[in-house]
């Protein structure tokens, strides 16, 4: 080899965890991957003139931030003989994006040197780098399928998938000898939420005003890789009170499950909550309740407690209206899960539907509902005339 071949290596990990690790799960840290890279840069005669490093970036996409400033160095400068990685799913987990990337790699003159696999421009060689991209790829898929799974099931069992929401803590404990991931309340965070629930369902407070009294009370968002903690805008709050979780349930995919967690909020607060925020307007200073006919009339088959009625938003402002049962919070929870308005409406006429009138309670119910037309009418009749409006 030429002992003035100029190279470049390129490093990443998919967390910002794993960057300061000695191992992961998927190989090797950035230390690693480094020292190894100078080792074949050192081996092949070649001087290392940059480093790339992508810390946090899943090699899924192709987007990178230094990922795309090498190449684009590498198109630029042309200065550059090798680029080297520890393994060629370092840079790519698809076909398209390996060979778009390797084309790039190949136009600026350059050789993809690989620190664990023999790949190079001999036939066997660019065979061997095809057969180990599609296994990047297979791996790739089948772990998100695996991971999917999991969750799913995760989910259906009570269990919430991802991090915490604001007020509850991930953590791990261990239950004969296997690690068991769970959710508890936050020592610290926990009754700043359950506050800001009873607080807004008094109706005193608007979203805006309930952020800053939350602030003044010094609740604020968890640490994480990326940033400290920070109040929460009002943006978080109102999520934060349209989010089922606080009632101790698990809303996973568009499905919600009864959750293993400990409930923050009850049932009426929560319904309340919801009442509140869908009968207010964006200006968050008109007040308009919704309600619906069978509101307060049905009750749950399975604990006979009455059930509430509520108008939520969703995410992106779409409207939903639902049914629930006021003994999710009792002492011996009802499992009865949350129903659409139109099973609960198609079930009541179902009910009624079985129900026959004698022929004189007939008669009695239609003379009340046309006594109860004529009034309304003759009401309309006279509010008509007074605003001297035709007929």
């Known amino acids: 080899m030429n002992g003035n071949c100029r190279a470049v290596i390129y490093l990443r990990v998919s967390t910002a965890g794993q960057v300061h690790t000695d191992r992961d799960a998927e190989g090797l840290s950035i ?55 520890h393994k060629v799913d370092r840079l790519a987990r698809n076909r398209a994006d390996d060979v778009t990337i390797n084309l790039a790699i190949r136009e600026a003159g350059a050789a993809l040197v690989s620190v664990t696999e023999n790949i190079d421009e001999t036939p066997s060689g660019t065979l061997l780098h095809g057969i180990m991209a599609s296994i990047s790829e297979f791996y790739s898929k089948n772990l998100a399928a695996e991971v999917s799974k999991g969750m799913d099931q995760k989910a259906k069992k009570g269990g919430r998938p991802g991090k915490a929401p604001v007020g509850y803590l991930n953590t791990r404990e261990m239950v004969d000898g296997n690690e068991i991931r769970t959710i508890v309340l936050h020592p610290e965070h926990a009754d700043h939420v359950r506050w800001a629930f009873e607080a807004y369902a008094t109706g005193d407070y608007t979203v805006r005003t309930l952020t800053t ?43 919600q499950y009864p959750g293993r967690h400990e409930p923050l909020v009850t049932s009426e607060v929560w319904g309340k909550v919801q009442e509140i925020l869908s009968s207010r ?20 088959a399975r604990c006979k407690r009455r059930l509430g009625f509520l108008v939520a938003t969703g995410r992106n402002g779409g409207k939903y209206d639902y049914f629930f049962c006021y003994g999710r919070q009792a002492k011996n929870r009802c499992d009865l899960p949350f129903l659409t308005t139109t099973a ?48």
């Open 213 to 255: 009294a939350l602030k003044e009370r010094g609740l604020r968002t968890s640490r994480s890789h990326r940033e400290p903690p920070k109040p929460m805008s009002p943006s978080k709050i109102a999520y934060m009170l349209r989010n089922v979780f606080y009632v101790g349930v698990v809303e996973w995919k568009g499905e």
């Open 281 to 300: 307007d964006q200006s968050g200073e008109r007040q308009r309740l919704h309600q619906h006919y069978l509101k307060g009339t049905v009750f749950c």
């Open 344 to 391: 609960v409406e198609e079930a009541v006429s179902d009910a009624y539907g079985d129900i026959e009138l004698g022929t004189a309670l007939s008669e009695e119910v239609r003379e009340k509902l046309l006594g109860a037309l004529r009034r309304s009418t003759a009401g309309l009749e006279r509010e008509r005339k007074r605003r001297g409006l035709c007929a």
């Open 31 to 85: 230390p690693a991957q480094r020292e190894a890279c100078y080792r074949k840069a050192e081996a092949i005669g070649a001087q290392v003139v940059e480093e790339y490093i992508d810390a946090g970036e899943s090699a899924r996409k192709s987007d990178r931030p230094a990922l795309q400033r090498m190449l684009k160095r590498l198109s630029e400068e042309g200065d550059v003989d090798y680029v080297i990685v």
